[in-house]
């Protein structure tokens, strides 16, 4: 017997109907004798018809008062699902997220779980019940309800799967795991089994949307062992878990790439102490992420800086770059939106060399141009023109032997 | 400066526009230097469809999980008027019925309210701010969300009035008052500038559906003065307070009638002990709610009894009598639905004599027949043809003087 939490995003709850086939899921995993702890999200369009009602009112509405408004909507998803596991025979109990001990800071509209006082919750496992616990939501020391930030269910699904030591926390999503390249681009992608924690949060950052970050990183801070699966059928998802020595066998886990990246170059800076320290402060202030840097070799006391910012920041980069040149006696600047990141990730580069030899001789074998380079422990990112991107990923997916027999 | 309850009612805040009309009216009575607390009920239709969605998962519900979806309406519509307010510069605050310390007893869809801890509310008071109140909910002694009985959010007013020791309980709804008579029926019905709480209690048992007399009671027993009025227009309602001694001028404060009742006679039932004991117990054990009662002088050891019960009870009733019949000897039993019940009410009647002779004789004088009479210290009712019923209303508003000039 395990001790599962299953999490559902609001389009697996988004009418009496998928209320039903949740309840049917958890209902099933509970017969085969195990405990289940569940945490929803509200039902489909809830949120943003309760948004919008805010609106109506207020354009600028209280952060404290649309927590408390935005909160009603897992209240709802939970007691419904409640009813319905009643409905099949079940024993079922919601809870709000105060209910189930979930505290957080003060910062409404985006908390922060500080910690899970999770007695009621165990208490009412111990009577045989299956417990559903609103997500995205908590109570802050001053007894207000916040809600999360951005992946908000997800990450109190981690969370009380850490307090609660589960054997397992289930992602039910529209995917049924994570791939080793988007499958609509490279057609010979697979599903992968298991992938570590680090891997997965690099494949995250480079925009595979299946899993926030920052609930894997909490999955990883705690070692609660994540699955990816999918509401629609059943089938094992993709296991996020700690690294284990097997895992570096494979080099490569996957291949991302990142179409909304511009790239900034700055020509003839003067190569002095404090010139790029200057510029970086500078789009920091100004809100803007900067991803890639390089600074090519100087020649002449002058050098070229390149940096890669998300696409709809570029607008604010030129300002604050074009602001800059004269006083730091660049020759001028160029904004590039044409490009793409592409990268490979795999803990296995850390015990394999020429990784990056490898992914560099499949690109220049196919003609296609590494204009930057970044790389880190366990993934290396270059950026190219992003017509090649699609066809980026396919070489690097079959270099790395990837491809997977349809 | 005095600290007012203002409760508003669903289709009171049915939708922005009317949120904007309620905010405005809470604003005025802060801008005229008061204190101001507001008790609201759900959005418009919120509570039906809530109650739909509960239907499509589970034809009978949990009534713990229906408290916690319910629950959800009041905390919308409390969060959505604090944005408004906050719109409007205001100073406001949203709480559930937990936070304002509304703790009930654990009978869920009809908790009780067993004690009020207004400290947090007196806490936002002081800091100048509007404290908006989610009603009909409270905490029950496991932490779980109830939602009160009936009436509930006239209950959460009364019973927070009472807490806050505040001047007054304004509770709006669709008419601006108490009035004589119907005046549908009665056009020179008035409105009452002020009735005591006994009167209000009597005309609320009698159909005048201004407010539940649960929360009448609840002001009576607290000394919480209430007032009726409309969220439509700016002008006083009716006051209901303590009886002074003043009131006792006027014989009779208002006219009602009943027009939902129906008679029940058991004709020759013999005139020994236990025979009416046990016809009522049984009648309580089908769960028919009787009402007057009337036994004639017994003759020849033989005597009618006559009763009333609401008319959709009379199936129930007949099943329970026409069982008895035979075990208690009597001749047989009539079932008459075309009745109505006329009453007077007014504490004058304590200090006046002969009211009840000029009632029947106002009634006689237009050839209405009475067919079953009962009195209280402040009441008479009166059992008539419900073809009758609106003449004889009429008929009784003008003998006791109650007409107003148009």
């Given at each position: 017997m395990a001790l599962f939490v299953q999490k559902f995003g609001g389009s697996s709850v988004a009418d009496a109907a998928c209320v039903h086939r949740v309840a049917q899921r958890v209902y099933d995993t509970k017969q085969e004798g195990h405990d289940v702890v569940v945490v929803l999200s509200a039902m489909g369009k809830t949120t943003d018809n309760l948004i919008a009602l805010s609106r109506e009112v207020n354009p600028q509405p209280d952060e404290r008062e649309m927590d408390m408004l935005l909160a009603t909507g897992e209240q709802v998803s939970v007691s419904i699902l409640a009813m319905a596991l009643h409905a099949m025979g079940a024993e079922a109990i919601s809870m709000t997220g105060p209910q189930a001990g979930i505290a957080t800071d003060s910062a409404h509209t985006k908390a922060k779980i500080m910690?899970?006082?999770?007695e009621r919750v165990v208490e009412n496992l111990k009577k045989g019940r299956i417990v559903i616990v609103c997500g995205f939501q908590g109570l802050t020391p001053t007894a207000d309800i916040a809600t999360l930030g951005r992946g908000g269910s997800d990450t109190t699904a981690v969370a009380l799967a850490a307090a609660l030591k589960a054997d397992r926390c289930q992602i039910f999503t529209d995917v049924d795991g994570v791939y080793t390249a988007d499958p609509r681009i490279v057609p010979a992608a697979g599903k992968l089994d298991t992938i570590a924690y680090d891997e997965m949060l690099e494949l995250a950052s480079l925009g595979a949307k299946v899993l926030q970050s920052r609930s894997v990183e909490f999955a990883k801070k705690y070692g609660v062992e994540l699955e990816v699966l999918t509401s629609f059928e059943r089938r094992p998802g993709t296991i996020v878990k700690e690294e284990v020595?097997?895992?570096?066998?494979?080099?490569?886990r996957g291949v991302a790439v990142d179409k909304n990246q511009a790239k900034v170059t700055i020509q003839h800076?003067?190569?002095?102490?404090?010139v790029a320290a200057k510029l970086f402060q500078e789009l920091a202030a100004a809100n803007v992420n900067v991803d890639m840097i390089v600074q090519n070799v100087s020649e002449k006391g002058q050098t070229d800086i390149s940096f890669t910012v998300p696409r709809d920041e570029v607008n604010r980069a030129r300002s604050t770059v074009d602001g800059l040149l004269e006083g730091i006696a660049a020759a001028g600047a160029t904004y590039d939106v044409d490009i793409a990141k592409v990268s490979i990730v795999g803990v296995g580069m850390r015990s394999h060399s020429g990784v990056a030899y490898r992914m560099f001789e499949a690109l220049s074998t196919n003609k296609i141009n590494v204009e930057m380079i970044s790389t880190s422990e366990i993934k290396i990112s270059v950026v190219i023109r992003s017509a090649f991107a699609d066809q980026a990923m396919q070489v690097l997916h079959t270099a790395f032997e990837l491809d997977q027999e349809s």
């Open positions: 910690g899970i006082n999770p020595e097997d895992m570096e066998n494979v080099i490569v800076v003067p190569d002095r102490p404090g």
